[in-house]
């Protein structure tokens, strides 16, 4: 794990009002980061591991969530968002956006508008197909759209009763099968999956950890299938990880994750291509007094190799370190008695 401070430090502004929500996505070697800094998305690239930062560019008008996402068969980056604009007819706005280069220019915006519309999240799929769900605000029912051209138009495919789920947090598709997770109406975390473009669904894991008032990470995989999902709770950042599609989970343990830390909420992760886990998180500035506090966004790195066993190298470092120290303490005072003996000689 490697400690790499905070990022626009370099003539960019990092303090504000309003700085908050981080969505992250790798790209190759490239981190893309998004958030928000007071009305407007501001985008940033780092293909140095996060040492240093490349404007692109913002993304105006005041939205919230952001989520950033990358369509690998098309090369396309797409940003999709709630608009809290209310039109004549008192139905919100989402907007959806694509990037052909990489995020330094934005197409026009799509709206889709719903009258229900709370939270998007969304996933792409192979030519062009894209998954986009809402959870309802005034209805029992989670709404799951799909376009199959790149945003343009779409098709309702799905609902799913809110005593299945009523706030999804992320869903993404993988080897031709459909996930998705949130929280149900008896506010359990559960973790679904559907083999026929959500029109029915399987729950993997109704077990999941975490709590209702938390902040949520999007689904993440790296290139052994593995799954991930982050939260972050009174400041404290909970990760987990499914070697089984989302069957069971397992706490990740490290020391990082385990200091608290002055936050107000909202967290991202990504994985690297070397499958190191890319935590983004808001961070307030000022520990005295929260309310009249700057805001920014932290993050940190975990070597994927070194959490696995968190606990057996760290048990192993105290015994070795232990050993060593018994080992200096022996060999001094082998020494200090030969130069006794020595002395002892010398007299007789």
């Known amino acids: 794990m490697v400690k790499l401070g905070y990022p626009f430090r370099d003539g960019n502004k990092v303090f504000g009002r309003d700085i908050d929500n981080p969505y992250v996505q790798f790209i190759d070697d490239e981190i893309y980061l998004i958030f928000e800094d007071e009305g407007t998305y501001k985008l940033y690239t780092s293909k140095d591991e996060a040492h240093s930062w490349t404007y692109l560019n913002e993304i105006t008008n005041p939205i919230e969530p952001s989520h950033l996402h990358y369509d690998l068969d098309?090369?396309?980056?797409?940003?999709?968002?709630?608009?809290?604009e209310e039109i004549k007819d008192g139905k919100a706005h989402c907007r959806f956006t694509k990037s052909e280069n990489r995020?330094?220019?934005?197409?026009?915006?799509?709206e889709i508008m719903e009258s229900s519309i709370i939270t998007p999240v969304i996933c792409y799929i192979n030519y062009s197909?894209?998954?986009?769900g809402f959870n309802s605000k005034h209805t029992d029912f989670v709404e799951l759209f799909l376009s199959k051209n790149s945003g343009y138009n779409w098709e309702n495919i799905a609902s799913l009763n809110t005593s299945i789920i009523d706030l999804p947090m992320d869903v993404i598709?993988?080897?031709?099968?459909?996930?998705?997770?949130?929280?149900n109406e008896f506010d359990d975390v559960v973790f679904l999956q559907s083999q026929n473009f959500g029109i029915n669904w399987t729950i993997q894991s109704s077990d999941l950890s975490g709590?209702?008032?938390a902040d949520f990470g999007p689904i993440t995989i790296d290139s052994d299938d593995?799954?991930?999902?982050?939260?972050?709770y009174g400041g404290i950042i909970k990760v987990f990880k499914s070697k089984n599609f989302g069957i069971d989970w397992k706490e990740i343990k490290h020391s990082k994750l385990e200091k608290e830390i002055n936050t107000s909420g909202d967290i991202s992760m990504g994985i690297s291509k070397e499958d190191d886990i890319f935590i983004a998180y808001q961070v307030l500035y000022d520990n005295i007094n929260p309310t009249d506090s700057d805001e920014g966004i932290d993050y940190f790195w975990l070597n994927q190799e070194f959490t696995e066993d968190y606990l057996f190298w760290n048990v192993w470092y105290l015994i070795i370190r232990s050993l060593t120290c018994i080992g200096i303490m022996t060999v001094s005072l082998m020494i200090y008695n030969s130069k006794k003996a020595k002395k002892k000689l010398k007299r007789s």
């Not at 098309?74 to 809290?84: G, K």
């Not at 995020?103 to 799509?110: V, Y």
């Open 74 to 84: 098309f090369l396309n980056l797409y940003e999709v968002a709630l608009i809290f």
């Open 103 to 110: 995020g330094e220019s934005w197409s026009d915006d799509i």
């Open 226 to 232: 593995n799954f991930f999902y982050c939260y972050l």
């Open 129 to 132: 197909h894209i998954f986009l």
């Open 211 to 213: 709590k209702r008032s």
């Open 173 to 183: 598709y993988h080897k031709e099968i459909l996930y998705m997770y949130g929280w």
